[in-house]
C-alpha cells in the first residue's frame, strides 16, 4: 500500500486554508490545518507533519519563523511558502535557509497540484532510500533483486519468470554491462534448482588453451602440469546452473565439446576415456548477436540451434530510463557501506543528470561512477561535482541556477527572466520547459501570454 504523506498546511485564511487542504488530499496527501503560527509551532515539534505549506504573514510566528523552526526540527522537511507580499529579498533568504519553492498569490491550482505531486515524489524517493538503507545491510552483494521499473525491464522479468522453471537453455543477448549475470541468477534463484550450485565463467576472459580444462576437467598426465585429476565446472554444477558468459568469445574446439555436451549431456574430461553424466542447466550469454557470426562462420550454426530455444534480449540502460534512479540509489547504499562512506542520497540535479545521461557502459558503467562518487563526497549528498564532468551541464547548456536578477526586480519579473531562460534552454519545447519547471503546460501558456 502507498504511503500517505502528511502535510502541515498554515494559513490563517480558512477559505485558502480549505482550498489549499483539498488539493493536497487530492494529491495523496493527509492535510493538518492550523490557523496560526503557534498551532503550527506545536504539531512541527510533535513530528507530525512530513511537510510544510506555510502562509508568509501568520499570526506569531511568521512563515518565515516556522521555517526556519522546520529546519532546525526536521532538516530534511521539504518547506513551501505561499505568499502574496514577498519582496525579491525575503525570497532569497528563504531559499537559502532551504525552501522547496515558493507560490505566489493568486495562483494557478494546477500550478500548485503539479508542486504537490513534485512534493510527494521527493518524499516518496526519501523513504525509498530509508528503506534501501535499512535493507541493504541484510543483502550480499549477488542477492540484489533486479530493479525492473521500466516497460523494458518488466518484460525481460516475465520472460525469465517464464524460463526458470522449464529445464533448457537461455540465451541472454545485451550490450556489456546490462546485467546478463545478475539476470542468469535471478533465474537460479526462482528455479528448481535454486538450492544446488552455481557457478559463471567468462568465455572472453579464460586462454583458449584452458577454456577445455576449466569446463569439462582433466585427467592426471592430460597436459603438461597436469598433475592430478581436476573436476571441470560443468562437473562442479551439477544438479545446478552454469552460465557460460560472452559464449561468442568461445573458440571452436569449446563450440564442438560444448554442443556434444548439450546433445548427450556427458562429458570425457580432458586426458579422460570414461564418459562422465552431468545434468546441469546451461544459460549462455552474448555481448553481441550471435547470427552474424553464424553467418561469418565464427560461430556454429548447430551450436546456435541449440543454444538458441530461448532468447532473452536485454535491453542497455539508454532504453530503461524509470530503472536508472533506484539502480542508482541502491549501488550508493551498498558502496557506502563497503567503504564506510557516509554518501546515502543524490541531489536532485545529480538524479536528473544521471536520468539524462546516455550509459554507453550500461549498469557496469553506472557502477564505477557510483562507486567514485561515494569515495569523493565529503558529506552525505553526492552532488553534480562528484559526477564526471561527461555528466555535469557543459557551460551555457543551461540555464545559471543563479541568474543575475536586478536589484529592484519584482517577483514577477524574476519569474519572467527564469520562464524565458529555461524556455531558451530546451529550444522553444514548451512540454520540456513546464516539466523543468514543475508547472502544467497549461499553466506555461497562460503565463507566457501574459
Not at 545491510?137 to 524460463?163: D, H, N, W, Y
Not at 553424466?277 to 548477436?289: G, M, T, Y
Request: proline share 7%; charged share 25%; net charge negative.
Amino acid at each position: 500500500m502507498t504511503r500517505r504523506y502528511t502535510v502541515l498546511i498554515a494559513e490563517d485564511d480558512q477559505r485558502m486554508a480549505d482550498l489549499l487542504a483539498e488539493i493536497a488530499q487530492a494529491q495523496g496527501f493527509t492535510p493538518l490545518v492550523a490557523m496560526d503560527g503557534t498551532s503550527a509551532s506545536i504539531i512541527l515539534e510533535r513530528g507530525e507533519a512530513d511537510a510544510l505549506l506555510t502562509d508568509l504573514r501568520l499570526p506569531s510566528p511568521d512563515g518565515l519563523a516556522l521555517l526556519r523552526l522546520a529546519r532546525h526540527l526536521l532538516p530534511d522537511m521539504p518547506t513551501v511558502l505561499i505568499t502574496g507580499h514577498a519582496t525579491l529579498q525575503v525570497a532569497v533568504d528563504a531559499f537559502r535557509g532551504g525552501l522547496f519553492d515558493l507560490i505566489t498569490k493568486p495562483f494557478d491550482t494546477l500550478e500548485l497540484e503539479a508542486l504537490m505531486d513534485r512534493l510527494r515524489r521527493l518524499l516518496e524517493h526519501r523513504t525509498r532510500t530509508e528503506t534501501l538503507s535499512a535493507q541493504v545491510s541484510l543483502l550480499e552483494r549477488e542477492a540484489f533483486e533486479p530493479v525492473t521499473l521500466s516497460p523494458a525491464s518488466r518484460k525481460v522479468r516475465t520472460l525469465i519468470e517464464q524460463v526458470a522453471p522449464l529445464d533448457v537453455p537461455v540465451l541472454l543477448d545485451g550490450e556489456t554491462g546490462t546485467g546478463k549475470s545478475v539476470s542468469a541468477r535471478l533465474i537460479h534463484r526462482i528455479s528448481p534448482r535454486r538450492d544446488s550450485p552455481f557457478f559463471n565463467l567468462s568465455c572472453a576472459a579464460i586462454a583458449p588453451g584452458l577454456a577445455e580444462s576449466e569446463l569439462f576437467g582433466h585427467e592426471p598426465g592430460a597436459f603438461t602440469g597436469a598433475t592430478g585429476r581436476k573436476r571441470g565446472l560443468l562437473e562442479l554444477a551439477d544438479g545446478g546452473t552454469l552460465l557460460l558468459d560472452e559464449v561468442n568469445s568461445a573458440g571452436r574446439k569449446v563450440q564442438a565439446r560444448l554442443l556434444q555436451f548439450i546433445q548427450e549431456r556427458t562429458l570425457l574430461r580432458v586426458g579422460g576415456t570414461r564418459p562422465v553424466p552431468v545434468d546441469v542447466r546451461l544459460i549462455f550469454a552474448s555481448n553481441q548477436p550471435l547470427e552474424p557470426l553464424v553467418q561469418k562462420g565464427a560461430f556454429r550454426q548447430d551450436l546456435y540451434f541449440r543454444i538458441n530455444v530461448f532468447p532473452v534480449p536485454l535491453p542497455p540502460l539508454r532504453e530503461r530510463r524509470e530503472d536508472i534512479v533506484p539502480l542508482a540509489e541502491k549501488m550508493l547504499l551498498r558502496f557506502a557501506r563497503e567503504l564506510e562512506r557516509p554518501a546515502c542520497r543524490f541531489t536532485s540535479s545529480a538524479l536528473e543528470s544521471l536520468t539524462d545521461y546516455a550509459w554507453p557502459g550500461n549498469i557496469r558503467e553506472l557502477e564505477n561512477l557510483v562507486q567514485r562518487a561515494v569515495i569523493l563526497a565529503p558529506g552525505e549528498q553526492v552532488d553534480l561535482a562528484h559526477l564526471p564532468l561527461e555528466l555535469r551541464p557543459s557551460p551555457g547548456s543551461a540555464p545559471s541556477t543563479a541568474p543575475a536578477f536586478p536589484a529592484d526586480a519584482t517577483l514577477a519579473q524574476v519569474e519572467r527572466i527564469w520562464i524565458e531562460q529555461v524556455l531558451e534552454h530546451c529550444g522553444g519545447n514548451k512540454a520540456e520547459t513546464a516539466r523543468r519547471l514543475g508547472i502544467d503546460v497549461t499553466t506555461l501558456y497562460r503565463k507566457l501570454k501574459e
